[in-house]
């Protein structure tokens, strides 16, 4: 078992291990609350893992009430906002309950925005479910739903009072969202670099327990060390968007056909071609990578019905655009990556020499 401090306002821990509902019930008996819990969660997982949850909770004495959602971003909205809320206030739960958000990163993301704009802001728990939710969405304390067809553009930033990342729940997890959480950790392993990328590696070739434990706790324990130098993304968190400014720009122009971890997937390999161009990366850290996430059972290229016109138009709404530029994460080495702004013109000019050669090799 892993435990991860994360140091922003109260603190909290991320405990990382198997079989955590022991470790659950015993931390809700330490902390001062009414004992009454809202578990926020969807029909997938509700399905595979609600009893066994809901049934260790109120035989450890809790009151717990559960609200269940249908699964898939679609959910991930204005009115399912509002039927939690309604939910909330129907069961009369006050600021000094408590929800616990079971699930992958919709219900943790949806679940986080109501537990901090209900009465202001109610206590909660994240017990994410898949792998992507596990080493990204429950920890740095952002949420979101989405508004008029734009992701993630109404949320806060709002902390947990602790998250369980029990590896168990991966068992019944797919093999292309699994993928995707490997998407996430490959980032994070460029990022950091040394043992972790070798770790990562060996993974991708054992595929075992123990080393999977080990890569989860390691990009928990990156991502802890970015979001607590800086909680709002105005610095050094902006490195975690590493393949993110491309990748959100082919998922949104894909209709959400492309998932968030394939498209991170693409849009990493995207910024190693641009490297190319604007660092020092070689060859063979470039294949290195592209291997890892190809090997992870990514996709790597952008689909042939979504052409370089289409990824820059969706590049430049972008949220996180500057006026005509965009920063963009570089990659230099493994270990070594850099911010860098590029004129959204630029980078246009960049995929399309990329794309040409592409189509020519
Ligand atoms: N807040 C953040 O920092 C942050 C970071 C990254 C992504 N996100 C958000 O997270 C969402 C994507 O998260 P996701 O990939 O977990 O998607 P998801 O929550 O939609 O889960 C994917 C699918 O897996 C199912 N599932 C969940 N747990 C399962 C299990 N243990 N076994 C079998 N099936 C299971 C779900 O029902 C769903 O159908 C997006 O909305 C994205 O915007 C947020």
Same mark, same amino acid.
């Given at each position: 078992?892993?435990?991860?401090? !994360?140091?922003?306002?109260?603190?909290?821990? !991320?405990?990382?291990?198997?079989?955590?509902?022991?470790?659950?019930?015993?931390?809700?008996?330490?902390?001062? #609350?009414?004992?009454?819990?809202?578990?926020?969660?969807?029909?997938?997982?509700?399905?595979?893992?609600?009893?066994?949850?809901?049934?260790?909770?109120?035989?450890?004495? #809790?009151?717990?009430?559960?609200?269940?959602?249908?699964?898939?971003?679609?959910?991930?909205?204005? *009115?399912?906002?509002?039927?939690?809320?309604?939910?909330?206030?129907?069961?009369?739960?006050?600021?000094?309950?408590?929800?616990?958000?079971?699930?992958?990163? &919709? &219900?943790?993301?949806?679940?986080? #925005?109501?537990?901090?704009?209900?009465?202001?802001?109610? %206590?909660?728990?994240? &017990?994410?479910?898949?792998?992507?939710?596990?080493?990204?969405? *429950?920890?740095?304390?952002?949420?979101?739903?989405?508004?008029?067809?734009?992701?993630?553009?109404?949320?806060?930033?709002?902390?947990?009072?602790?998250?369980?990342?029990?590896?168990?729940?991966?068992?019944?997890?797919?093999?292309?969202? #699994?993928?995707?959480?490997?998407?996430?950790?490959?980032?994070?392993?460029?990022?950091?670099?040394? %043992?972790? @990328?070798?770790?990562?590696?060996?993974?991708?070739?054992?595929?075992?327990?123990?080393?999977?434990?080990?890569?989860?706790?390691?990009?928990?324990?990156?991502?802890?060390?970015?979001?607590?130098?800086?909680?709002?993304?105005?610095? &050094?968190?902006?490195?975690?968007?590493?393949? @993110?400014?491309?990748?959100?720009?082919?998922?949104?122009?894909?209709?959400? %056909?492309?998932?968030?971890?394939?498209?991170?997937?693409?849009?990493?390999?995207?910024?190693?071609?641009?490297?190319? @161009?604007?660092?020092?990366?070689?060859?063979?850290?470039?294949?290195?990578? %592209?291997?890892?996430?190809?090997?992870?059972?990514?996709? !790597?290229?952008?689909?042939?019905?979504?052409?370089?016109? @289409?990824?820059?138009?969706?590049? $430049?709404?972008?949220?996180? $655009?500057?006026?005509?530029?965009?920063?963009?994460?570089?990659?230099?080495?493994?270990?070594?990556?850099?911010?860098?702004?590029?004129?959204?013109?630029?980078?246009?000019?960049?995929?399309?020499?990329?794309?040409?050669?592409?189509?020519?090799?």
């Amino acid at each position: 078992m892993y435990r991860v401090r !994360v140091d922003i306002n109260d603190g909290y821990d !991320v405990i990382i291990g198997n079989n955590l509902n022991g470790e659950i019930a015993s931390f809700l008996e330490k902390i001062t #609350f009414t004992g009454k819990i809202a578990i926020i969660t969807d029909d997938v997982v509700s399905a595979l893992y609600l009893k066994l949850f809901y049934d260790n909770l109120m035989s450890n004495g #809790f009151n717990v009430k559960t609200f269940q959602l249908m699964h898939g971003e679609s959910q991930k909205n204005l *009115s399912m906002y509002e039927k939690i809320a309604g939910f909330l206030i129907h069961n009369e739960f006050t600021r000094d309950d408590l929800i616990i958000a079971l699930g992958g990163g &919709v &219900v943790g993301d949806i679940a986080g #925005f109501a537990a901090a704009t209900f009465m202001r802001g109610i %206590r909660f728990i994240n &017990v994410p479910t898949t792998l992507l939710s596990m080493v990204d969405a *429950s920890v740095g304390g952002k949420n979101a739903i989405d508004v008029n067809g734009i992701k993630n553009i109404i949320g806060t930033f709002y902390q947990p009072i602790a998250c369980f990342t029990d590896l168990d729940y991966l068992k019944t997890l797919d093999e292309k969202e #699994f993928a995707c959480g490997m998407a996430e950790i490959i980032k994070m392993s460029v990022l950091k670099g040394g %043992r972790f @990328h070798k770790i990562v590696s060996l993974y991708l070739d054992k595929r075992d327990e123990k080393t999977l434990e080990e890569i989860i706790y390691l990009s928990i324990e990156g991502k802890n060390e970015y979001v607590t130098a800086d909680e709002k993304e105005k610095g &050094v968190r902006t490195f975690l968007n590493l393949g @993110h400014t491309v990748g959100h720009a082919i998922e949104k122009c894909s209709d959400y %056909r492309i998932s968030h971890g394939e498209a991170v997937s693409i849009g990493l390999n995207q910024i190693l071609n641009i490297s190319k @161009h604007c660092t020092n990366i070689n060859e063979e850290t470039k294949n290195l990578i %592209r291997n890892l996430l190809i090997k992870a059972g990514l996709p !790597v290229d952008i689909p042939g019905d979504l052409t370089v016109e @289409h990824i820059f138009e969706a590049v $430049r709404s972008d949220k996180k $655009r500057h006026g005509d530029t965009v920063s963009l994460i570089l990659v230099n080495d493994i270990g070594d990556c850099i911010i860098k702004a590029i004129a959204i013109e630029e980078l246009k000019d960049l995929l399309e020499k990329e794309a040409a050669y592409e189509s020519n090799s």
